[in-house]
């Protein structure tokens, strides 16, 4: 008797991992773990100006940020990150008029080397100032028309490889390269990077926690179709904003069978949403999943003065607390809180301190983590034909409107 079908049954682990294992040949960004930084730091011993400007969009830019929004207050950095992304006037001209334009180099980043909002802001830019060799740089893929450009204007460039999409290229030149230059140490982010592959490609504890996690987004996806992170500190916003975009823009397609798929991101900073959408979190519906992020060591040693506020005594219980210590007794309390009613799938994910190795282990993770929901739920994380259906449309309209 001969069978054959055609159903998509949820894989194994085994399964799974054999498929990302694979999936490695022909993905870049599992393998950005293992390059070599000293092209990077040898261009950023040549840099002369005090600010350094990101002309990007999305995952040009997002990542970069994560990470620089992360570490900039814990670190002694002599130059300083500024990013161009957004093409509201009001915006772009507030920020370009706190820069010095003058003491700047500019890095143009733009993978397809046509961004719209990218190649806008530079147009600007050159209305300003001149761009040239001296004062800008270039990163893109090594056939685009913005590289093209370089080479006719002898700017220097660095590669995007074409097999690094841009939601998942924060650690190649995209993010590595601003980063190197102001000051951020990329062999100890690409350090945490290889921990965390280490750990899941050896079948360690990240590879326990990562199968595990993304199998529950999987098979509860119409349940808990809502994912929330919740972190508990400010430096992390950014690293939410890039969160959204990895999740959104990666899982929100249509699968093998023709079946629209997608699990919403939502990013929250406590304590701060602890007084809006905790609420929601608590007695709202029962359709989202929280993970909570906290840091162990912030690096600071801020602490509630000893002072007595008349009508307010009974809040001495207070005084002498590091702010640190209040912000994780919040998050402490909200996970508690979640916990006890025993119906929100809630997780917990402990930072150890403010260091480069940190953040990228956190960032890596979420991009095996993506990879893997994606194999589960049987589409293509890679692509973005919704955002390109709109790009299209967009300068469809443009070019009509000349």
């Known amino acids: 008797m001969n069978y054959t079908h055609n159903f998509n049954a949820t894989m194994s682990d085994e399964d799974i991992f054999k498929s990302i294992e694979k999936e490695k040949e022909s993905i870049g960004y599992y393998n950005l773990v293992h390059q070599d930084t000293s092209v990077y730091k040898e261009y950023a011993k040549t840099v002369k100006q005090k600010n350094i400007v990101v002309i990007g969009i999305g995952g040009s830019t997002l990542g970069t940020y994560a990470i620089y929004k992360f570490l900039k207050h814990s670190k002694d950095l002599t130059k300083k990150l500024y990013f161009l992304e957004s093409t509201d006037p009001i915006e772009l001209k507030s920020k370009i008029n706190s820069i010095d334009l003058e003491d700047s180099l500019f890095i143009v980043i733009s993978k397809s080397g ?223 809180s979640i916990n006890n009613l025993n119906d929100i799938p809630c997780d917990v994910i402990t930072i150890d301190g403010v260091f480069e190795k940190s953040i990228a282990r956190l960032m890596y993770e979420y991009e095996l983590l993506t990879s893997v929901v994606a194999r589960f739920i049987y589409i293509d994380a890679y692509d973005q034909p919704g955002v390109e259906a709109g790009k299209i449309i967009l300068k469809e309209k443009l070019k009509s409107s000349r």
Not at 174 to 182: K, N, R
Not at 228 to 240: D, H, I, K, P, T
Not at 282 to 310: A, C, M, Q, W, Y
């Open 114 to 336: 046509t961004t719209v909002e990218t190649v806008s802001i530079f147009k600007y830019i050159n209305s300003l100032i001149k761009c040239d060799k001296n004062n800008t740089v270039i990163v893109t893929e090594h056939d685009s028309k913005l590289n093209i450009y370089a080479k006719v204007n002898g700017i220097k460039t660095f590669e995007i490889p074409k097999n690094v999409g841009g939601r998942f290229s924060v650690f190649s030149a995209v993010g590595l390269l601003p980063l190197c230059i102001v000051g951020i140490d990329i062999d100890e982010l690409l350090a945490g990077t290889k921990d965390v592959y280490n750990s899941f490609f050896n079948k360690k504890d990240d590879y326990i926690k990562i199968l595990n996690k993304a199998r529950f987004f999987a098979e509860y996806k119409n349940k808990f179709n809502i994912n929330v992170v919740f972190s508990y500190s400010s430096r992390l916003e950014g690293f939410n904003k890039w969160y959204i975009q990895l999740w959104g823009e990666s899982l929100g397609k249509i699968d093998i069978n023709s079946t629209k798929q997608g699990l919403t991101p939502v990013g929250i900073i406590g304590p701060i949403d602890q007084h809006s959408f905790l609420q929601l979190i608590i007695e709202g519906r029962r359709d989202k999943t929280i993970t909570v992020i906290k840091v162990e060591d912030f690096d600071n040693h801020l602490k509630i003065p000893s002072i007595t506020l008349d009508g307010l005594e009974e809040l001495d219980y207070l005084d002498g607390l590091e702010f640190s210590s209040l912000i994780n007794k919040q998050a402490d309390a909200t996970i508690e």
